[in-house]
């Protein structure tokens, strides 16, 4: 008999609205999710915007631009790659949220430049939970000196509306968990301390596509998922 079913596996036909659907049914409400498109072509993203996505995170400036002058207007751009001061007001005209603020000289150069544009912008202050020493982030105590400082309520052009961590690239769920889980227990500390009467700050960033479903059971409110929307990134083709 001969057997008409598809040669190829499911998952392999599986298109970026499937895979989108898939990821949001797994949401709980007021989860957001940040689809995170570095090194995707603007065809790719246009896919998920069809399918509804209007939130998109990059870890490249000169990318995220490129992309911003071509995709529709009412995409929402999140920055989430470690950012350089020198490149801050490039990013500043159109960004909507920046993840990836890790130290106090970068959220005065938000705030100055976002000034010269009278710009609002929301930043996350990045956490470093994971135990490799290559990721990006305060360690808990800087974070803290940084907020008894002040500094940020005289800064009228950033608003701190939350925290952002990656967890250690690990197999091991419990170690992945109990960085979120600290991460969390960080965020309601500085929440009593410094934003108790601050409705903005309410943002946890964590999560991405082997990870996200820990995140959320540990208070998560923004999942950051790429190769899980978008496939595999191939690094070679994008830096040509
Ligand atoms: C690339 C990236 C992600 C998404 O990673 P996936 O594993 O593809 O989901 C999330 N957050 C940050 C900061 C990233 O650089």
Redesign the pocket.
């Known amino acids: 008999m001969r057997n008409f079913a598809p040669k190829v596996k499911p998952n392999l036909v599986m298109s970026i609205a499937q895979n989108l659907e898939a990821v949001r049914r797994q949401l709980p409400q007021g989860v957001r999710l ?1 689809a ?1 498109s ?1 090194t995707h072509p603007v065809e790719v993203l246009m896919e998920a915007y069809n399918a509804g996505q209007r939130i998109f ?1 990059e ?1 490249k400036v000169q990318e995220m631009r490129l992309k911003q002058q071509v995709m529709p207007a009412d995409v929402q751009w999140h920055m ?2 470690h950012l350089q001061t020198n490149k801050v007001k490039q990013l500043v005209p159109f960004v909507s949220m920046i ?2 603020v890790d130290s106090q000289r970068l959220l005065e150069t938000i705030n100055s430049e976002a000034c010269k544009h009278n710009r609002l912008i929301d930043c996350l202050l990045q956490v470093h939970i994971a135990q490799e020493d290559t990721k990006f982030g305060f360690a808990d105590d800087e974070l803290r000196d940084l907020l008894r400082t002040g500094l940020h309520t005289q800064m009228a052009n950033v608003r701190v509306v939350g925290l ?1 961590g ?1 967890a250690s690239v690990s197999d091991c769920e419990e170690q992945i968990s109990a960085e979120f889980a600290h991460l969390r227990q960080l965020f309601d500390e500085l929440k009593a301390q410094h934003f108790a009467a601050d409705a903005h700050f309410c943002e946890l960033s964590m999560g ?3 990870d ?1 479903p820990l995140a959320i059971a540990q208070g998560s409110t923004m999942v ?7 496939g595999q ?1 191939n690094y070679a083709t994008v830096n040509q």
Not at 224 to 230: A, D, K, P
Request: proline share 0%; glycine share 14%; no cysteine.
């Open positions: 940040v995170v570095k995170g870890n989430i790659g993840h990836s952002m990656m991405m596509s082997h996200y950051r998922v790429g190769s899980r929307i978008f990134r």
